[in-house]
């Protein structure tokens, strides 16, 4: 699977967007962006992915350029609950491969602020 | 249940005693993994079920650590002869089944078990 590299910490001020993002500059053709964040003492959370195009849901929005070799997850009014380890995660989708585990780095420490 | 659930919680040993560790995933989920998260650091793979299937053991750091599933239900992680480098938070996710993670994402957590090894 691609490596992917994020921003050890960031900090955003309450109400404001969130832009974190993350390169994978060696993701293949069938490999999905996912992204997943983790608060304080807790499992992480699934919040988004995709394969090509943008996606948003009510959580957030990803924007994923259009050689694939980056991508940014947008919290558009981040609030103090969204302080959290976010992690971006590049994984070959279904298929043969659908065995093996999601491989979670180190991710982003996002601290919001008011 | 609603969630996974793991227990316990919090788990306080001595070096050298064995230790388990018990997931109870979200009842009809086939798919079942097992993470380590050292204080500070990422999640790492240690292992993961699948229904029936022979269980991916590829990322267990050592002979001292196995784990079982019965079926689709409860599992166990053991690790033996514990030492101070196995403290860490062990999590447990499920999901209906792999394909579905890669599909969609959907993995679910549970809150893991704090292991200290004194």
């Known amino acids: 699977d691609a490596k992917t590299t994020q921003p050890t910490s960031m900090d955003c001020a309450e109400g404001r967007a969130a832009n974190l993002p993350c390169n994978h500059s060696t993701i293949s053709g069938n490999e999905y962006v996912y992204w997943y964040r983790q608060i304080h003492s807790q499992g992480p959370q699934y919040i988004i992915h995709g394969l090509k195009n943008n996606e948003t849901n009510e959580m957030a929005s990803l924007i994923i350029t259009e050689d694939r070799k980056s991508s940014t997850l947008i919290l558009p009014h981040a609030t103090l609950r969204d302080t959290a380890v976010y992690y971006c995660?590049?994984?070959?989708?279904?298929?043969?491969?659908?065995?093996?585990?999601?491989?979670f780095g180190k991710g982003t420490t996002l601290s919001v602020s008011s | 249940g609603a969630g996974v659930s793991q227990s316990p919680s919090n788990k306080v040993t001595e070096k050298g005693k064995d230790v388990e560790l018990r997931c109870d995933p979200i009842s009809g989920h086939t798919a079942l993994y097992w993470y380590r998260q050292r204080l500070g650091q990422g999640l790492e793979f240690l292992i993961y079920f699948q229904g029936n299937s022979a269980p991916d053991k590829s990322g267990l750091p050592s002979d001292r650590f196995s784990a079982e599933r019965t079926g689709e239900s409860v599992s166990t992680l053991t690790i033996q002869r514990t030492q101070q480098e196995d403290s860490a938070v062990y999590l447990c996710a499920s999901s209906l089944e792999a394909i579905r993670v890669l599909n969609t994402g959907e993995l679910f957590f549970g809150e893991g078990s704090r292991l200290t090894v004194l």
């Open positions: 995660i590049v994984r070959v989708g279904g298929g043969n491969q659908a065995g093996t585990a999601l491989i």
